[in-house]
């Protein structure tokens, strides 16, 4: 919910400002992705499945950034008509210039919650951008594979204007024939008029056939398959991006990393009072560090003035019975 509902939510008998609701994330700055507790023991899986996407939201400032959405699980069960679970999922999210650090987040949790030796092929599933498949050089043994949402989305842009080549399309891809996949394109694209379409076109071709070998892994038997979609609108979109507001980075940043937090297990009241504990114990410290330091400045002055000549010979001047009363203070 927004800030401003948060804060009637919080208190009947306090007036809370969504100001009030703001800083009190601030204050727990920005919340690691391993914070929430791994509450099982290392596992040992065959198969793991590794899916990414982003969100775009609008910032304050006209702009636009991409918070990163990476969930690890073990395979789904179906819980419902049309409705599956996800099997010891594990969420990282957060606003990252280089994914690098994602991933390097993501190999960690693998390494700590699961025997790495055990684990016969790791499906990494995503759109196709770079920064996904950047985790092919992270994630040791990770094979690649084009979700369904984004091949699907392709096929539509390449033949909806001519709605008939659309089962031809679908039926080359299912049987894994790349070179008729081209000739459907070769023809859709020479009797196209507009250019405007051409181009989108051509657009869908190289997307799909530069993700081909992506694409044929959805037919392995063992594969089951993307929702990074839903989950993007589910844990990201319905708070940062699916109504018009803007954010500035950091807020953008901080709410998705709070996010997955909670739908790793966490706890956000716990962990608020954790840091404020945490705030109050450093405060302290410093405060004895401080008195410390004082001392020690008060001591070695009073050494140095101890070793003042003036102080040492009989003579009485009013300078040493200044110097005589700072020393004896």
């Not at 419902?80 to 949790?109: A, I, Q």
């Not at 023809?187 to 993700?211: D, H």
């Not at 330091?293 to 010979?313: D, F, W």
């Amino acid at each position: 919910m927004t800030y401003s509902r948060s804060a009637k939510q919080a208190s009947k008998a306090v007036d809370l400002t969504s100001q009030t609701v703001m800083n009190s994330i601030r204050e727990l700055d920005s919340v690691s992705n391993d914070a929430a507790e791994i509450r099982q023991d290392k596992r040992s899986v065959k198969i793991l499945y590794i899916e990414a996407d982003e969100d775009h939201v609008s910032l304050q400032d006209g702009g636009n950034v991409e918070p990163k959405l990476v969930y690890v699980h073990e395979g789904k069960k179906q819980v419902g008509k049309d409705r599956w679970k996800l099997l010891n999922p594990r969420y990282f999210s957060g606003v990252y210039s280089n994914s690098d650090e994602l991933w390097v987040e993501v190999l960690d949790y693998i390494n700590s919650a699961y025997d790495m030796d055990r684990i016969e092929r790791i499906y990494l599933s995503g759109d196709g951008a770079s920064w996904i498949k950047n985790g092919l050089g992270w994630i040791k043994g990770s094979i690649y594979v084009l979700d369904r949402y984004h091949l699907t989305k392709y096929v539509t842009q390449a033949t909806a204007h001519m709605d008939y080549t659309t089962p031809i399309m679908w039926g080359y891809i299912n049987a894994g024939d790349k070179k008729s996949v081209k000739e459907l394109f070769n023809a859709i694209i020479s009797t196209t008029e507009p250019e405007t379409k051409k181009k989108a076109v051509q657009e869908a071709r190289k997307y799909i056939l530069g993700n081909w070998e992506g694409i044929m892994r959805q037919y392995d038997g063992d594969y089951v398959g993307c929702s990074a979609e839903g989950h993007i609108s589910h844990i990201l979109s319905s708070r940062l991006s699916s109504r018009p507001m803007g954010w500035c980075k950091t807020g953008v940043d901080q709410m998705s990393r709070l996010r997955v937090f909670v739908a790793n297990g966490g706890d956000v009241y716990e962990l608020f009072m954790k840091r404020k504990k945490e705030a109050v114990k450093e405060s302290r410290i410093v405060k004895v560090d401080r008195e410390i330091v004082r001392k020690s400045k008060l001591k070695a002055s009073q050494e140095t003035i101890g070793n003042i000549t003036i102080l040492n010979i009989g003579k009485r001047t009013w300078a040493s019975q200044f110097l005589r009363s700072i020393r004896d203070a």
